[in-house]
């Protein structure tokens, strides 16, 4: 499928494949994807920064290479190495064979099918259906070494193995870089990158979402769950609900065959919502009926 031709286009593209966007969002996606830049996406975590990967290789038919980042991500693990057991066992057969030019061995055992490709070096190759879909996934997770090796995929879209030189994509893959921000990522590996930080929808729009995602949840329902999402947020939390804490509510309620919220339901299924043991605590019994109560008069408000 070919890139969209409008903001507007993004938008129908996007929301083709039940991801509800707002404009600016869809304005940044367009741009990356006709400038040709990587796109950095900062947020909280499950508010949907990694689904627009996901979106734009579903609609627009490209491959998704997903590089998921964290804590001591190397060279080897994110773009080469070499198999050194099959190497060695060419060596082997070569030695045993009485093979002795050593320049034509060492040719041999460092070409390319004796190469172990990783995501950053897969997402250089051609694909069928055209350049793939590159996401690099928590970026934050990572050290600073591993980023500032970034700086020549992204700026340039090469990489380079001292065994065989440089290799360079000859359509560079659509880039999106995910941060949740637990550290701040370099500068210098912004500039390379269009940005744009992922908030919390608005109400009309996460309840547009949960129409998309969770389609069988009641509409009063829906809209119930969603104000008190939307309220819950503003409480003094350790870990505010995010979007992907939203729709598991919604399924999960719906499951359980509700049609409204009640404190005792509620209470109930915090776990699906919120994460830790100190917040659970803290919405039950009077704050959730509170909170519940507050939705409601939210939905009744002309």
């Known amino acids: 499928m070919n890139l969209p031709a409008s903001i507007d286009d993004t938008l129908k593209l996007l929301s083709g494949a039940d991801y509800v966007a707002d404009r600016s969002l869809a304005t940044v996606v367009f741009l990356a994807l006709r400038m040709g830049r990587p796109l950095l996406l900062e ?7 990694t689904e627009i990967a996901k979106v734009l290789a579903s609609a627009l038919g490209r491959r998704l290479i997903r590089l998921q980042c964290y804590e001591g991500l190397d060279v080897a693990s994110a773009v080469y190495e070499w198999n050194y057991a099959r190497q060695m066992m060419a060596i082997r057969l070569a030695e045993a ?6 320049d034509q061995l060492s040719a041999d055992i460092f070409s390319d099918r004796y190469l172990v490709k990783r995501p950053l070096l897969q997402a250089l190759e051609p694909q069928p259906g055209g350049a793939p879909v590159l996401l690099i996934d928590e970026l934050d997770r990572t050290d600073e070494a591993f980023e500032a090796y970034l700086l020549e995929v992204l700026s340039d879209f090469q ?19 995910t941060s949740n921000r637990t550290r701040e990522i370099h500068d210098a590996l912004k500039r390379r990158c269009l940005y744009h930080w992922v908030d919390y929808p608005d109400a009309a729009r996460e309840i547009a979402i949960v129409r ?3 389609p069988r949840a009641p509409a009063a ?7 008190f999402v939307q309220a819950i947020r ?18 999960a309620l719906t499951e359980l065959d509700a049609v409204a919220l009640d404190p005792a339901l509620v209470s109930d299924t915090l776990g699906v919502l919120l994460k830790y043991q100190d917040d659970i605590a803290r919405m039950q019994g009077a704050r959730a009926q509170a909170l519940i109560d507050q939705a409601k008069a939210e939905m009744q408000a002309p």
């Open 97 to 102: 064979a009485g093979e002795t030019d050593r």
């Open 159 to 177: 990489i380079t193995v001292p065994e065989l030189g440089t290799i360079r994509a000859q359509t560079p893959p659509i880039v999106i870089v």
């Open 43 to 49: 947020g909280e975590a499950g508010v949907g920064k």
């Open 234 to 251: 503003k409480e003094d939390l350790f870990k505010a609900p995010g979007v992907a804490e939203t729709l598991d509510w919604a399924s």
């Open 221 to 227: 329902l829906t809209e119930a769950l969603v104000r």
């Open 212 to 214: 998309a995602k969770a």
